[in-house]
Every structure is written in structure tokens, then in C-alpha cells.
């Protein structure tokens, strides 16, 4: 099947688990509730551990929160057919298809995509490239002791073990973020496989959400994958420092993922903004070179527009603050002043 049937059979899937997951909850607390403050949204697993400290601390002004994370394309999917008030996603409204063209799209935080892995009886932080990543998820290094990785992290002992990996089965804006790393520095996967939400993964299994990811490298000794840093922090998996242009071996963390940060503070006219991959330059000598900002897209028009934005306000601002302990950084200030123009235009 074509990438672009994919996304949209998975984006079909998803909005039928929307329905699902909300008939009771979220979007019956969207349509019930709205003359007392209530936002309803779904979409992203990346950004899920940020959101589910928001929900109990925006109640403090008066708005009661509920998100059910079901996937970027799933998300996006539901603020298309208008199902919910949100839809979070880890890419672009360009990415998708179909997408929501009645949408504001507003970068409202930003974490760094980590490459996890259990590796029973080896350290932490091994290195690895992108190169070689990008070998390892095509099916061409299928062994932790294979040379490549071992040339990578001289002293240690790798074990003779088969790689197991790990990629997401949904349409995922991590995934998005993901691939586009991969592409930038590995001509073979961006002629053989390329960038997207969903693709044709040339080997591994596959787990629904960031949390699926996790839990099946977490379940597996000699697992590797990707979520958000503190999907790996939760499920106690060591997490590859991975070698940027500059040359150095970083891991994501907030030193990292803010060095990574400052390539891109002047989002488009559309609100995407593209961190991945910083050049090779003292200015980003510290940068994680798989860093992504997360978007949240709301319908221009909404019967739910003043709650909506009082939201959003909240959620660039003071809800910046609740990042930093789960690894996201707070948005430059050039971003949340472009955000709130975004906020502006919801009617």
C-alpha cells in the first residue's frame, strides 16, 4: 500500500477508536460541559506526560480537561471531523491526509525523541550513530555485537544478541520525527524508506503509542526504540547517546534538547517550526540531534472558542513550568509570541 494509503486507512482506524474511547468521557464532557469550562482533546502519545500534569493544574482556573492519547494521526483525524476541541500532533498538519484545513496550528512544547534499548548487564548512554541506526531499523545489523555498534563503544562488552526492534504501529508524529532523523543522515533510508507518520518499517514489530514502544522494548532483553524521553525514564530503559554533527555523544535531556532548540525559533507562517538535526557548529555543540516541537491544532470556529484560548494562554505560559522535571523545555520566547497570534484567531 502506498505511504499515503497508509495514513489515511490509519487515520480511519484512529478515528473509530476515538469514538471509543470518548463516547462516555472526552467528547461528552466536550458537548455537556461546555458552559462550564471544559476542552476536550486527543492525538499525541509524545506530548501525553506533559498533558496529563496539565489536566489536574488547569482545573485551578476553572477548566476541566480530558485527553485520551490516541496517536498524532488519530489526533489529527479527530479535530478534522470535529470530535474534539484538540488535536495534538508531533508533525505538521501537512504531513497528513486527509488533514484539517480549517485549523490553527500552534507549537506549544518541545522534547526530544530518545532511542531507547534493554540491554541486560551493558551500561547506559552506549553511543551510536544515525548511520547506523538507520542500519539497524532497515534489518542490515540484526546483532548487538555486531562490529559497527562495538566500534562505536570501545571497552564495553556487547553480548552475541539478537537486535529486537521496536517501531511504532500507528500513525505517529514521533515517528515522523523519528524518520526525518534518519533521512538526514542516511541517503539509503530516505530513497528506500523516507519520512513519515507512517511508513514501510523494512523490519521490527510493532507497538501502539509511545507507551507500546516502551513497554514491548522494556519486556524484551535486546529491544531497541523510540517515545519521549521520559516514556524510557518511566519504564527504567537505558537510552543511547547518540552523535551529533558536531561530533559529539549527547543524550536527550534539557541541556541537549534547549541546545537543540535555538535552530528554530521563528515558526512558519503555518506554525511548524524543524529542530532535527542541527549543523555541525560551536553554537550546537550540545545539541540531541532528534528534538521535535509538538503542535496542538484547533478549529479556527468554535462554539468553545473563549475557554479554548483562556486554555492555550495557559498552557504556553504557566503550563511551560511543569515541563522541565519530564524532560520538556520551555518554549522560547519568540514562539510563545507567535502562539499567542495563533490563539487570536480562534473565533
Known amino acids: ?77 479527530a479535530i478534522t471531523n470535529k470530535q474534539v476541541d484538540l488535536g495534538m500532533s508531533d508533525a505538521p498538519l ?54 559497527a555498534i562495538a566500534a562505536l563503544n570501545s571497552g564495553v562488552n556487547l553480548p552475541n544478541k539478537a537486535i529486537t526492534v521496536v517501531h511504532r504501529s500507528d500513525s505517529s508524529g514521533t515517528s515522523y520525527n523519528f524518520t526525518d532523523f534518519l533521512s538526514h543522515v542516511s541517503s539509503a533510508w530516505k530513497s528506500q524508506v523516507g519520512t513519515g507518520t507512517a511508513v514501510a518499517w523494512p523490519a521490527g514489530i510493532g507497538g501502539k503509542g509511545s507507551s507500546g514502544v516502551s513497554s514491548l522494548v522494556h519486556s524484551t532483553n535486546g529491544g531497541i526504540g523510540y517515545a519521549d524521553a521520559e516514556y524510557a525514564h ?27 532548540s535555538v535552530l528554530d525559533t521563528k515558526p512558519a507562517a503555518d506554525g511548524s517550526l524543524s529542530i532535527v538535526n542541527p549543523p555541525k557548529s560551536s553554537k550546537y555543540a550540545n545539541a540531541y540531534p532528534i528534538c521535535t516541537y509538538t503542535y496542538v491544532d484547533v478549529q479556527k470556529s468554535s462554539g468553545n472558542a473563549a475557554t479554548l484560548k483562556k486554555f492555550l494562554n495557559w498552557a504556553i505560559t504557566t503550563g511551560q513550568t511543569y515541563g522541565p522535571k519530564i524532560f520538556f523545555v520551555p518554549l522560547p520566547a519568540s514562539v510563545v509570541k507567535f502562539d499567542k497570534k495563533q490563539i487570536a484567531k480562534i473565533k
Open 234 to 260: 518511566k519504564a527504567h530503559l537505558a537510552m543511547f547517546s547518540m552523535k551529533n554533527r558536531a561530533g559529539k555523544f549527547v543524550f536527550a535531556n534539557l541541556k541537549s534538547i534547549k541546545a537543540a
Open 1 to 77: 500500500m502506498p505511504r499515503s494509503g497508509i495514513v489515511r486507512f490509519t487515520l480511519a482506524l484512529a478515528t473509530v477508536a476515538l469514538v471509543a474511547a470518548l463516547a462516555v468521557g472526552a467528547a461528552g464532557a466536550s458537548s455537556a460541559k461546555r458552559t462550564n469550562g471544559s476542552v476536550s482533546g486527543a492525538g499525541s502519545t509524545f506530548v501525553a506526560p506533559l498533558v496529563s500534569l496539565w489536566i489536574n493544574a488547569v482545573s485551578s482556573i476553572g477548566i476541566n480537561f480530558s485527553y485520551s492519547a490516541i496517536g498524532s494521526g488519530g489526533g489529527v483525524a
Open 94 to 147: 501537512t504531513q497528513f491526509s486527509p488533514t484539517c484545513t480549517t485549523c490553527v496550528q500552534i507549537p506549544w512544547a518541545l522534547a526530544g525523541t530518545a532511542v531507547m534499548y534493554r540491554l541486560d548487564g551493558v551500561k547506559n548512554h552506549l553511543h551510536l550513530t544515525g548511520q547506523v541506526l538507520a542500519k539497524i531499523y532497515m534489518g542490515q545489523i540484526t546483532n548487538w555485537s555486531d562490529p
